[in-house]
Protein backbone atom coordinates (compact mmCIF):
# COMPACT_ATOMS: atom_id res chain seq x y z
CA UNK A 1 0.00 0.00 0.00
CA UNK A 2 1.14 3.11 -0.73
CA UNK A 3 -0.91 6.40 0.46
CA UNK A 4 2.27 8.52 0.38
CA UNK A 5 1.51 12.28 0.00
CA UNK A 6 1.13 13.10 -3.64
CA UNK A 7 2.36 16.59 -5.97
CA UNK A 8 -1.03 17.35 -6.50
CA UNK A 9 -2.94 20.51 -6.81
CA UNK A 10 -4.46 19.55 -3.60
CA UNK A 11 -1.71 19.03 -0.67
CA UNK A 12 -4.40 17.41 1.82
CA UNK A 13 -5.24 13.89 1.50
CA UNK A 14 -7.99 11.39 3.50
CA UNK A 15 -7.94 8.43 2.67
CA UNK A 16 -10.03 5.65 3.93
CA UNK A 17 -8.12 2.25 5.17
CA UNK A 18 -10.50 -0.70 5.07
CA UNK A 19 -9.33 -3.49 7.31
CA UNK A 20 -10.81 -6.90 8.14
CA UNK A 21 -8.24 -8.29 10.83
CA UNK A 22 -5.56 -6.97 13.18
CA UNK A 23 -2.87 -8.56 10.00
CA UNK A 24 -4.48 -6.01 7.62
CA UNK A 25 -4.72 -3.37 9.95
CA UNK A 26 -1.01 -3.23 10.71
CA UNK A 27 0.25 -3.91 7.38
CA UNK A 28 -1.86 -0.59 6.80
CA UNK A 29 -1.33 1.74 9.18
CA UNK A 30 2.65 0.84 10.17
CA UNK A 31 4.28 1.44 7.29
CA UNK A 32 2.43 4.64 7.14
CA UNK A 33 3.60 5.77 9.69
CA UNK A 34 7.54 4.66 9.52
CA UNK A 35 7.33 6.66 5.90
CA UNK A 36 6.54 9.50 8.01
CA UNK A 37 8.85 9.27 10.19
CA UNK A 38 11.91 8.52 7.70
CA UNK A 39 10.70 11.67 5.82
CA UNK A 40 10.99 13.62 8.93
CA UNK A 41 7.27 14.03 9.21
CA UNK A 42 5.27 14.63 12.37
CA UNK A 43 3.10 11.53 12.58
CA UNK A 44 0.37 10.94 15.62
CA UNK A 45 -1.75 8.43 16.01
CA UNK A 46 -5.49 8.90 17.26
CA UNK A 47 -6.99 5.28 17.55
CA UNK A 48 -9.36 3.47 19.85
CA UNK A 49 -7.18 1.99 22.96
CA UNK A 50 -6.72 -1.65 22.02
CA UNK A 51 -5.89 -0.68 18.26
CA UNK A 52 -3.70 1.63 20.02
CA UNK A 53 -1.67 -1.16 21.80
CA UNK A 54 -1.10 -3.06 18.58
CA UNK A 55 0.31 -0.07 16.91
CA UNK A 56 2.39 0.58 19.35
CA UNK A 57 3.67 -2.74 19.80
CA UNK A 58 3.93 -2.93 16.35
CA UNK A 59 6.24 0.05 15.93
CA UNK A 60 8.39 -0.78 18.57
CA UNK A 61 11.16 1.97 19.94
CA UNK A 62 9.90 3.90 17.15
CA UNK A 63 6.96 4.44 18.87
CA UNK A 64 8.50 6.79 21.00
CA UNK A 65 8.28 9.26 18.01
CA UNK A 66 4.87 9.34 17.45
CA UNK A 67 1.94 11.17 19.49
CA UNK A 68 -0.15 8.31 20.29
CA UNK A 69 -3.73 9.50 21.72
CA UNK A 70 -6.85 7.54 22.60
CA UNK A 71 -9.51 8.48 20.60
CA UNK A 72 -11.99 6.31 23.03
CA UNK A 73 -11.10 9.04 25.30
CA UNK A 74 -9.92 11.99 23.32
CA UNK A 75 -12.83 11.91 20.39
CA UNK A 76 -15.30 10.81 22.51
CA UNK A 77 -17.30 13.29 20.94
CA UNK A 78 -17.06 13.70 17.80
CA UNK A 79 -17.26 17.55 17.38
CA UNK A 80 -13.91 17.52 19.54
CA UNK A 81 -12.05 15.58 17.21
CA UNK A 82 -11.18 18.29 14.71
CA UNK A 83 -10.28 21.19 17.21
CA UNK A 84 -8.94 19.10 20.14
CA UNK A 85 -7.36 16.30 18.36
CA UNK A 86 -6.44 16.92 14.72
CA UNK A 87 -6.08 20.56 14.83
CA UNK A 88 -3.63 20.91 17.81
CA UNK A 89 -1.49 18.49 16.73
CA UNK A 90 -1.24 19.58 13.15
CA UNK A 91 -1.52 23.65 14.46
CA UNK A 92 2.32 22.55 16.31
CA UNK A 93 3.89 22.48 13.35
CA UNK A 94 3.65 25.04 10.84
CA UNK A 95 5.30 24.99 6.96
CA UNK A 96 5.98 20.77 8.10
CA UNK A 97 4.07 17.96 6.00
CA UNK A 98 2.18 16.06 9.06
CA UNK A 99 0.47 12.87 8.83
CA UNK A 100 -2.06 11.61 10.87
CA UNK A 101 -4.22 7.95 11.58
CA UNK A 102 -7.73 8.91 12.90
CA UNK A 103 -10.17 6.34 13.65
CA UNK A 104 -13.44 8.25 14.50
CA UNK A 105 -15.61 5.89 14.27
CA UNK A 106 -15.33 2.01 15.65
CA UNK A 107 -17.95 -1.04 16.61
CA UNK A 108 -19.68 0.11 19.99
CA UNK A 109 -20.06 3.45 18.62
CA UNK A 110 -23.91 4.49 19.43
CA UNK A 111 -26.53 5.14 16.90
CA UNK A 112 -26.98 8.76 18.47
CA UNK A 113 -22.99 9.75 17.97
CA UNK A 114 -22.91 7.98 14.80
CA UNK A 115 -24.52 10.99 12.85
CA UNK A 116 -22.05 13.27 14.32
CA UNK A 117 -19.33 10.83 13.62
CA UNK A 118 -19.98 10.86 9.85
CA UNK A 119 -19.99 14.88 9.94
CA UNK A 120 -16.74 14.45 11.34
CA UNK A 121 -15.58 12.97 8.57
CA UNK A 122 -16.98 14.93 5.78
CA UNK A 123 -15.79 18.02 7.45
CA UNK A 124 -12.08 16.62 8.13
CA UNK A 125 -12.51 17.77 4.16
CA UNK A 126 -13.16 21.28 4.56
CA UNK A 127 -11.16 22.01 7.80
CA UNK A 128 -7.63 20.77 5.84
CA UNK A 129 -8.48 21.71 2.50
CA UNK A 130 -4.96 23.19 1.25
CA UNK A 131 -3.46 22.08 3.91
CA UNK A 132 -0.11 19.97 4.20
CA UNK A 133 -1.87 16.81 6.21
CA UNK A 134 -2.73 13.70 5.67
CA UNK A 135 -5.22 12.08 8.04
CA UNK A 136 -5.83 8.12 7.07
CA UNK A 137 -9.14 6.53 8.65
CA UNK A 138 -8.91 3.57 9.17
CA UNK A 139 -12.77 1.05 8.69
CA UNK A 140 -13.08 -2.25 10.41
CA UNK A 141 -15.19 -3.87 7.28
CA UNK A 142 -15.90 -6.69 9.67
CA UNK A 143 -17.53 -4.86 13.04
CA UNK A 144 -18.84 -2.12 11.36
CA UNK A 145 -22.32 -2.18 9.83
CA UNK A 146 -22.69 -2.19 5.74
CA UNK A 147 -24.26 1.29 6.12
CA UNK A 148 -20.90 2.92 7.83
CA UNK A 149 -18.55 1.45 4.95
CA UNK A 150 -20.76 2.81 2.63
CA UNK A 151 -20.59 6.05 4.02
CA UNK A 152 -17.15 5.72 4.03
CA UNK A 153 -17.18 5.69 0.57
CA UNK A 154 -19.13 9.27 0.63
CA UNK A 155 -16.93 10.98 2.83
CA UNK A 156 -13.19 9.70 1.71
CA UNK A 157 -11.71 10.74 -1.78
CA UNK A 158 -9.57 8.17 -1.99
CA UNK A 159 -10.31 4.38 -0.54
CA UNK A 160 -7.22 1.83 0.34
CA UNK A 161 -7.98 -1.69 0.33
CA UNK A 162 -5.33 -3.81 1.39
CA UNK A 163 -2.11 -2.80 -1.36
CA UNK A 164 -4.66 -0.93 -3.85
CA UNK A 165 -5.76 3.00 -3.29
CA UNK A 166 -8.24 4.15 -5.56
CA UNK A 167 -10.71 7.22 -5.81
CA UNK A 168 -13.87 7.19 -4.42
CA UNK A 169 -16.62 7.11 -7.06
CA UNK A 170 -19.18 7.86 -4.13
CA UNK A 171 -17.34 10.35 -3.11
CA UNK A 172 -20.34 13.19 -1.77
CA UNK A 173 -19.21 15.83 0.71
CA UNK A 174 -22.18 18.11 -0.05
CA UNK A 175 -24.79 15.17 0.51
CA UNK A 176 -23.37 14.00 3.76
CA UNK A 177 -23.26 17.53 5.09
CA UNK A 178 -27.31 18.18 4.22
CA UNK A 179 -28.28 14.30 5.19
CA UNK A 180 -26.44 15.21 8.43
CA UNK A 181 -28.25 18.23 9.16
CA UNK A 182 -31.90 17.05 9.75
CA UNK A 183 -34.06 17.79 12.55
CA UNK A 184 -33.32 16.38 15.80
CA UNK A 185 -36.28 14.30 17.55
CA UNK A 186 -38.51 15.65 20.28
CA UNK A 187 -37.48 14.50 23.66
CA UNK A 188 -40.13 12.74 25.56
CA UNK A 189 -40.35 14.39 28.98
CA UNK A 190 -38.09 17.22 29.39
CA UNK A 191 -38.26 20.70 31.38
CA UNK A 192 -38.61 23.97 29.73
CA UNK A 193 -37.81 27.28 30.12
CA UNK A 194 -38.11 30.40 27.45
CA UNK A 195 -35.23 33.51 28.43
CA UNK A 196 -34.75 36.81 26.56
CA UNK A 197 -37.04 39.48 25.60
CA UNK A 198 -40.50 39.49 27.39
CA UNK A 199 -39.40 36.49 29.27
CA UNK A 200 -38.03 38.24 32.67
CA UNK A 201 -35.12 39.69 34.23
CA UNK A 202 -30.93 38.64 34.49
CA UNK A 203 -31.73 35.62 31.47
CA UNK A 204 -28.44 33.95 31.83
CA UNK A 205 -28.31 33.97 35.44
CA UNK A 206 -31.92 32.33 34.99
CA UNK A 207 -30.36 29.58 32.59
CA UNK A 208 -27.45 28.75 34.65
CA UNK A 209 -29.84 28.19 37.76
CA UNK A 210 -32.37 26.25 35.74
CA UNK A 211 -29.78 24.20 34.17
CA UNK A 212 -27.76 23.07 36.39
CA UNK A 213 -30.78 22.71 38.99
CA UNK A 214 -32.06 20.14 36.71
CA UNK A 215 -28.64 18.67 35.86
CA UNK A 216 -28.20 17.94 39.23
CA UNK A 217 -31.31 16.19 40.43
CA UNK A 218 -30.07 13.93 37.04
CA UNK A 219 -27.11 13.29 38.86
CA UNK A 220 -24.62 15.43 37.17
CA UNK A 221 -21.73 16.87 40.07
CA UNK A 222 -18.82 18.50 40.28
CA UNK A 223 -16.84 20.18 37.29
CA UNK A 224 -18.72 18.43 34.85
CA UNK A 225 -22.10 20.28 36.13
CA UNK A 226 -20.06 23.54 36.23
CA UNK A 227 -19.09 22.51 32.56
CA UNK A 228 -22.30 22.44 31.68
CA UNK A 229 -23.16 25.50 33.33
CA UNK A 230 -20.81 27.44 31.11
CA UNK A 231 -22.07 25.63 28.28
CA UNK A 232 -25.84 26.54 28.79
CA UNK A 233 -24.21 30.40 29.28
CA UNK A 234 -22.36 30.58 26.40
CA UNK A 235 -25.50 29.40 24.31
CA UNK A 236 -27.94 31.41 25.63
CA UNK A 237 -25.83 34.68 25.10
CA UNK A 238 -25.62 33.35 21.47
CA UNK A 239 -29.20 33.10 21.34
CA UNK A 240 -29.38 36.66 23.10
CA UNK A 241 -26.67 38.04 20.71
CA UNK A 242 -27.25 36.37 17.17
CA UNK A 243 -30.59 34.39 17.82
CA UNK A 244 -33.10 37.24 18.11
CA UNK A 245 -33.00 37.92 21.41
CA UNK A 246 -34.60 35.46 22.84
CA UNK A 247 -34.72 30.85 23.38
CA UNK A 248 -36.05 27.89 24.61
CA UNK A 249 -33.63 25.87 26.95
CA UNK A 250 -35.02 22.18 27.34
CA UNK A 251 -32.86 19.60 29.62
CA UNK A 252 -34.19 15.77 30.64
CA UNK A 253 -32.68 12.69 30.72
CA UNK A 254 -31.44 10.15 28.29
CA UNK A 255 -30.05 6.66 29.76
CA UNK A 256 -27.27 8.15 31.82
CA UNK A 257 -26.80 11.21 30.09
CA UNK A 258 -27.85 14.70 30.66
CA UNK A 259 -29.13 16.10 27.82
CA UNK A 260 -29.93 19.82 27.16
CA UNK A 261 -30.80 22.19 23.98
CA UNK A 262 -31.12 25.51 23.40
CA UNK A 263 -32.73 26.70 20.38
CA UNK A 264 -33.48 30.17 18.43
CA UNK A 265 -34.22 32.04 15.66
CA UNK A 266 -30.43 31.96 14.52
CA UNK A 267 -28.64 30.41 11.50
CA UNK A 268 -25.31 29.10 11.57
CA UNK A 269 -24.02 29.48 8.21
CA UNK A 270 -20.63 28.18 8.51
CA UNK A 271 -20.36 24.15 9.11
CA UNK A 272 -16.81 24.59 10.35
CA UNK A 273 -18.12 26.80 13.54
CA UNK A 274 -17.01 25.20 16.86
CA UNK A 275 -14.90 22.75 15.41
CA UNK A 276 -11.39 25.54 14.47
CA UNK A 277 -9.47 26.72 17.32
CA UNK A 278 -10.15 30.64 17.78
CA UNK A 279 -8.01 33.48 18.60
CA UNK A 280 -8.03 33.55 22.72
CA UNK A 281 -9.57 37.51 22.00
CA UNK A 282 -12.08 36.52 19.68
CA UNK A 283 -14.96 35.81 22.67
CA UNK A 284 -17.90 35.86 20.78
CA UNK A 285 -17.10 33.55 18.56
CA UNK A 286 -16.12 30.62 20.72
CA UNK A 287 -19.18 29.69 22.10
CA UNK A 288 -19.19 26.38 19.92
CA UNK A 289 -16.09 25.72 20.17
CA UNK A 290 -16.08 25.58 24.00
CA UNK A 291 -19.39 23.59 23.57
CA UNK A 292 -17.64 20.82 21.44
CA UNK A 293 -14.49 20.82 23.88
CA UNK A 294 -16.31 20.28 26.93
CA UNK A 295 -19.22 18.20 26.50
CA UNK A 296 -19.64 14.65 25.23
CA UNK A 297 -21.85 14.95 22.42
CA UNK A 298 -23.29 17.51 20.42
CA UNK A 299 -25.62 17.83 17.67
CA UNK A 300 -26.76 20.24 15.74
CA UNK A 301 -29.68 21.26 13.40
CA UNK A 302 -29.55 24.58 11.68
CA UNK A 303 -31.30 26.71 9.02
CA UNK A 304 -33.33 29.59 7.89
CA UNK A 305 -36.22 28.54 10.04
CA UNK A 306 -33.93 28.55 13.42
CA UNK A 307 -31.12 26.84 15.31
CA UNK A 308 -31.30 23.55 17.62
CA UNK A 309 -28.37 22.64 19.38
CA UNK A 310 -28.32 19.77 21.59
CA UNK A 311 -25.76 19.03 24.56
CA UNK A 312 -24.83 15.50 25.83
CA UNK A 313 -23.08 14.74 29.48
CA UNK A 314 -22.07 11.18 30.62
CA UNK A 315 -23.30 11.85 34.28
CA UNK A 316 -20.27 9.04 34.70
CA UNK A 317 -17.95 10.86 32.04
CA UNK A 318 -14.37 12.12 32.39
CA UNK A 319 -12.71 15.40 32.54
CA UNK A 320 -12.49 15.89 28.70
CA UNK A 321 -9.49 18.84 29.17
CA UNK A 322 -7.22 15.93 30.69
CA UNK A 323 -7.43 13.91 27.28
CA UNK A 324 -6.46 17.84 25.15
CA UNK A 325 -3.68 18.22 27.90
CA UNK A 326 -2.26 15.02 26.75
CA UNK A 327 -1.74 16.66 23.06
CA UNK A 328 0.17 19.56 24.02
CA UNK A 329 0.87 20.91 27.77
CA UNK A 330 0.53 24.23 26.19
CA UNK A 331 -2.67 24.14 24.77
CA UNK A 332 -3.71 25.23 21.17
CA UNK A 333 -0.85 26.93 20.42
CA UNK A 334 -0.20 26.68 16.79
CA UNK A 335 -2.14 29.48 15.16
CA UNK A 336 0.57 32.61 15.99
CA UNK A 337 -1.86 34.37 17.30
CA UNK A 338 -2.55 32.08 20.35
CA UNK A 339 -5.47 30.74 20.82
CA UNK A 340 -5.19 30.15 24.54
CA UNK A 341 -4.84 26.47 26.96
CA UNK A 342 -8.33 24.90 27.43
CA UNK A 343 -8.61 25.93 30.64
CA UNK A 344 -8.44 29.62 28.74
CA UNK A 345 -11.27 28.79 26.52
CA UNK A 346 -13.24 26.64 29.24
CA UNK A 347 -12.85 29.84 31.70
CA UNK A 348 -12.79 33.06 29.88
Known amino acids: MNVTPSATVEPFEHPALFYRDADEYLAGTVPFLLEGLAAGEPVAVAVPGRNLELIRGALGAAAAEVRLI ?5 GRNPGRIIPGVLRAFTDLHPGRRVRIIGEP ?24 SGRDVTILCPYDLRGLPHEVIEDARMTHPVLV ?6 ASAHYALERVLRDCNRPLPAPEDAAVMRYGQGFGDDPLGRVRAFATEHAARIGLTGERLEDL ?5 ELA ?60 LVRIHTGQGGTTIRVYFDVDGADPLEHLRSIEDAGFTGSPEGTGSPEDLANA
Open 105 to 128: IWPGRSATEYPACLQHEALINLAF
Open 161 to 166: DGSVAS
Open 237 to 296: ANSLDYGGGSGTLRVWQEGDRVVFDVSDGGHIADPLAGRCPTPIHQLGSRGLLVTNLLSD
Open 229 to 233: RLIAS
Open 70 to 74: DMGEA
